[in-house]
T-cell receptor, first 112, second 111 residues
Framework: DAGITQSPRHKVTETGTPVTLRCHQT?????MYWYRQDPGHGLRLIHY???????DKGEVSDGYSVSRSKTEDFLLTLESATSSQTSVYFC???????????FGPGTRLTVT | QKEVEQNSGPLSVPEGAIASLNCTYS??????FFWYRQYSGKSPELIMS????GDKEDGRFTAQLNKASQYVSLLIRDSQPSDSATYLC???????????FGKGTRLHILP
């Protein structure tokens, strides 16, 4: 267990509503990542963070924002949820560049 | 475009046989290579990492890396039904903090 939790684990929301997913780690790792996983697309990086208040975009960042105000928490916000954002969202952490990533349990989000 | 390619499968292997999973990557400067196992409805779980050319063994698993051919593989010896899962190849292409994942190969071990 890499000491990563995600909340909520399941969520159903309506189109147009804002949604925030939380990733919490107890490892004090510097790097944190948000991915989405969809059939036929695999894992795709949304945003990542390389330190408190330091974030950058991944390949599918449109419609998402992130914040990291403390080392242990990395928040992913869907500003106005759309049906295309129905997916499974995974958080991951790593102690440093080039090292393996460890994944949280995932959040299954359904946008109706 | 940085890419990691895997055959989607399914790859069917009899119980007790060797399962061979393959992966190619596009960036010759790649430095770190990982294999993850993902059961249906679960998160990816790291099973092997490899950083230099050659073989690395861990129990029934062997990772093989050939940087000249831009190829990494995973061998599973004495395959068990519990090995049935999707296997993800992942590559850190050396220049930033990101890992690129392949889409995964579904492995089915036949009892």
């Amino acid at each position: 267990d890499a000491g990563i939790t995600q909340s909520p684990r399941h969520k159903v929301t309506e189109t147009g509503t804002p949604v925030t997913l939380r990733c919490h780690q107890t490892e004090n790792h510097r790097y944190m990542y948000w991915y989405r996983q969809d059939p036929g697309h695999g894992l795709r990086l949304i945003h990542y963070s390389y330190g408190v208040k330091d974030t950058d975009k991944g390949e599918v960042s449109d419609g998402y924002s992130v914040s990291r105000s403390k080392t242990e928490d990395f928040l992913l916000t869907l500003e106005s949820a759309t049906s295309s954002q129905t997916s499974v969202y995974f958080c991951a952490i790593t102690p440093g560049q080039g090292y393996e990533q460890y994944f949280g349990p995932g959040t299954r989000l359904t946008v109706t | 475009q940085k890419e990691v390619e895997q055959n989607s499968g399914p790859l069917s292997v009899p119980e007790g046989a060797i399962a061979s999973l393959n992966c190619t990557y596009s960036d010759r400067g790649s430095q770190s290579f990982f294999w993850y196992r993902q059961y249906s409805g679960k998160s990816p779980e790291l099973i092997m990492s490899i950083y230099s050319n050659g073989d690395k063994e861990d129990g029934r698993f062997t990772a093989q890396l050939n940087k000249a051919s831009q190829y990494v593989s995973l061998l599973i010896r004495d395959s068990q039904p519990s090995d049935s899962a999707t296997y993800l190849c992942a590559v850190n292409m050396g220049r930033d903090d990101k890992i690129i994942f392949g889409k995964g190969t579904r492995l089915h071990i036949l009892p």
